[in-house]
């Protein structure tokens, strides 16, 4: 029997998360319509409208900060990283959560430790590796630490979502003459779109935001990732907020189309979780 809970519970919890959904909002809608304001309008009242929405803030931002190269190359870097992270993490934990040998305990614990291990600890020895490998100021030196730290939570989230799947998938599967393969990207793979859609975005929003590994790792102009070209931008134009808000706008545009595409599968994760517990 489920136990209903009291009245206050739902007062407390939505109005908690209201206000963290505010304390949220608040500053990004306070970008935005900064980023449509004169330096003027902005400094005589800037959390009031504007009373011409410029638009040329953003072509000029665009323009300044050299945001197209930077752009495609954030996008080309979190893409490729991301289905690589995703893929490897999948079938990682296809195989540690739907088979049993002697070394799947060590390399599970082993993918826990790696959620452990702080991030930018690893600078140095990254940078040490990349360098060995003559990978520095190239898309791999990216590429391959963004894969790496990753995989420990993808396969984390991953696992704990196949770990639940009924056993009688598989063995109806094998019955039709399936292999192990043709479990996973026809079976295993779709009913887990919830999980993998959480990862994705988790991925995704790390990737393209990521400063520190390309500030070190990347030297050339011509592979600099997004938040390099905004750092630039503001040594450039440090006067000039508006157009600073208009190229974090910018930035924040694929976030928020990438989420808006996965949001139904994030949803039905959450309430398969919810219904499940």
Do not use: C
């Not at 909002?25 to 011409?52: H, N, Q």
């Not at 991301?82 to 049993?100: H, K, N, P, Q, Y």
């Not at 360098?131 to 420990?152: E, G, V, W």
């Amino acid at each position: 029997m489920v136990r209903k809970k009291s009245p206050i519970y739902y007062v407390v919890a939505y109005t908690f998360l209201g206000l963290l959904t505010v304390f949220n909002i608040v500053p990004i809608f306070y970008m935005i319509v900064g980023s449509f304001k004169t330096e003027s309008e902005y400094a005589l009242s800037p959390f009031a409208m504007p009373e011409k929405f410029q638009f040329s803030n953003y072509t000029k931002a665009w323009e300044v900060a050299n945001m197209d190269v930077y752009f495609l190359n954030s996008i080309l870097i979190t893409i490729i990283s991301l289905i690589v992270t995703v893929l490897l993490g999948a079938l990682a934990a296809f195989f540690l959560a739907r088979f049993e040998f002697k070394l799947r305990g060590p390399i599970y614990a082993l993918f826990l430790l790696g959620m452990l291990v702080p991030i930018h600890a690893t600078l140095i020895p990254i940078f040490m590796i990349m360098k060995s490998l003559n990978f520095l100021d190239t898309y791999m030196s990216l590429i391959l630490p963004y894969t790496a730290f990753h995989l420990s939570l993808t396969v984390f989230i991953l696992e704990g979502f196949m770990r639940g799947f009924p056993r009688d998938l598989e063995e109806s599967a094998v019955v039709d003459g399936a292999g192990i393969y043709r479990i996973f990207w026809s079976i295993i793979l779709p009913i887990t779109k919830p999980a993998l859609a959480t990862v994705i975005i988790l991925n995704f929003i790390y990737n393209w935001n990521e400063y520190l590994f390309a500030l070190v790792l990347i030297s050339s102009e011509s592979i600099k990732t997004l938040p390099l070209g905004i750092a630039n931008f503001v040594g450039i134009e440090t006067a000039s907020l508006t157009l600073q808000m208009a190229a974090l706008t910018i930035a924040l545009v694929p976030i928020i189309i990438f989420y808006l595409i996965l949001q139904k599968q994030l949803v039905n994760g959450m309430v398969a979780g919810a219904v499940k517990g």
